[in-house]
């Protein structure tokens, strides 16, 4: 595929030299955060205001999804002591609002359910006032790992779309009726709790199509919603098909509010955690 060039509004640069105390406290406390294995464009924007979204049981992933520059390999064991070491870095940096996340762990047999629920009992306990937000992986369909999940009371649970249902190629060993059915569950086992997907623009999808899965997540009850630009870790990556301008993710953010969603962020610097503290204020 030839090399596009960024448009004016994607020139974003990132300052490492702005990292230095963030990097030090996760070097720390061996922790790992999705900022920096994503390549995220808004780490030096994110990490200067002391905000960070935590990676939990390691940086490898077991699917082989071509859009994300997590590791694909096999994972190490899970690290007991994560979650108090996340819960220290929370309490150290003040935060009022965490985002937690991890690598899809197919091969473990909850999905790593249990470690999400030990962390956000990890935080509670020396940050009780600290909003916490997760974003899971499917868990492979099993309705107990996500109970697990919401018995620990997350103050928003989060499960990405990440694009419409023709190029789901993209994601593999995931399933569109597989998310929209993980957030379903997720408001009939946990209703107080708000769910939060994502979708990526850029990947060939049409206006319809992503209309059609904000409709989707309306049926589903979703309540929160990030719509973002997808840019390539790399070129051995799923390739930008198209740089969406800024008055299409505006357009899109003014149909999902009227559509029903509580809040919204889109944009084409929004992910998932993109001023996350915003969400359900």
Known sequence: MPVVRKPEWLQKRVSPGSHAEMERLLGGLKLHTVCQEALCPNISECFRQKQATFLIMGNACTRLCTFCNVRQETPQPVDPGEPVRVAAAVERLGLAHVVITSPTRDDLPDGGAGH????????????????????????????????????????????????????????????????????????????????KSGIMLGLGETLAEVRGALADLRSVDCSYLSLGQYLAPSRSHQPVIEFVPPEVFDLLRLEALEMGFRHVESGPYVRSSYHAASYGQ
């Not at 999400?116 to 009780?128: D, H």
């Not at 929209?180 to 209703?191: C, I, Q, V």
């Open 116 to 195: 999400y629920a030990a962390t956000v009992a990890a935080i509670r306990s020396l940050s009780p006032d600290t909003r916490i937000e997760l974003l899971v992986p499917d868990f492979q369909g099993d309705r107990g790992s996500l109970a697990t999940v919401l018995t620990a009371q997350p103050d928003i649970l989060g499960h990405n779309l990440e694009t419409v249902p023709r190029l789901y190629e993209i994601r593999k060993g995931a399933d569109y009726c597989r998310s929209l059915a993980l957030l379903e569950d997720a408001k009939r086992l946990a209703p107080s709790i708000p769910t």
